[in-house]
């Protein structure tokens, strides 16, 4: 009896342990009641008739999942190979961040997720490479993900998943393929190289001429104010002398002799040449009565 009463509330712990699912947040169950589907559980806490209502696993790769996993996963997959429109074969390393938002139809619309994700990527990546050269697919990996994303999520549509991104991680050429890339680069930067520097040497050299020009203008300039000065200054003194000697009411020989110094001392300049006034002419004939006063003076000396 004791032992019948023992398998009874062993049965019943098992009934009640089967009976009684806890579904995690993000996380959904798919109930099949006598192999037919009938409910799709989601987080919270549940009650099926054991035997009757059963769980249906989920293909997942290598793996079957009684659990489906809501949030956003990542499939990495190893190097393809990849043929360009130019025919170079190269190693192309992509990874997929998708989602499964419809529980229902990744279980009853496909087989195996993974494998078919993966399977259509690799196709798809083959064909949108094959459509570009080397040289635009090693600058159009933005573009070759934007496009990937899009065709992805619309042919896993009808799976219940949603393609969120497609990056490609690894772009490898050929070996003689990336050692022409690298002799490529290094004459690229030679020959940057060379005319950054001959565009130093052209700058430099035109920043000196300017430098030469403007210090001779400034040269020039300085003897020109000087010259302009020296020229005021001899000009103020001519006008101040002339003016005291009019103040003073001289004779026409202290103004000649006057006159007469002047000129000497103009004379004496930077300048080569001197220009005398018609006016002079006038002063200039006075020299002979200086002359006979000198000689005069000289007789009663004697």
Known sequence: MIILWIFIIVALFLFISKAVLI?????VI?????????????????II??????????????????????????LDFPPQPVITKDNVTMQIDSVI?????????????????????????ITTLRNVIGDLTLDETLVSRTKINSELQLI????????GIKVNRVELKNITPPDEIQEAMTKQMKAEREKRATILLAEGEKQSKILK???????RIRVAEGEQQSQILIATGQAQAIKT?????????????VITLKYLETLEKIATGNGNKIFIPYEA????SSLGSIKEIFKEKHVEKK
């Open 97 to 121: 961040y998708y989602q499964i938002t419809e529980p229902y139809r990744s279980v009853y619309e496909i087989t195996n997720i993974v494998y078919a994700i993966e399977k259509l990527t």
């Open 281 to 284: 002419s006038g002063i200039l």
């Open 209 to 215: 001429a300017e430098g030469e020009k403007e210090s």
């Open 152 to 159: 992805l999520d619309e042919a896993t549509d009808k799976w």
């Open 23 to 27: 579904v995690r947040q993000a996380e």
């Open 241 to 253: 002398l002339f003016s005291a000697i009019h103040e003073g009411v001289a004779s026409d020989d």
């Open 49 to 74: 008739i054991p035997i009757i209502d059963t769980i249906r696993p989920i293909s997942f790769g290598s793996r079957y999942l009684l659990r489906i996993d809501l949030r956003e996963q990542v």
């Open 30 to 46: 798919i109930i099949e009641r006598l192999g037919k589907y009938r409910a799709t559980l989601k987080s919270g806490i549940h």
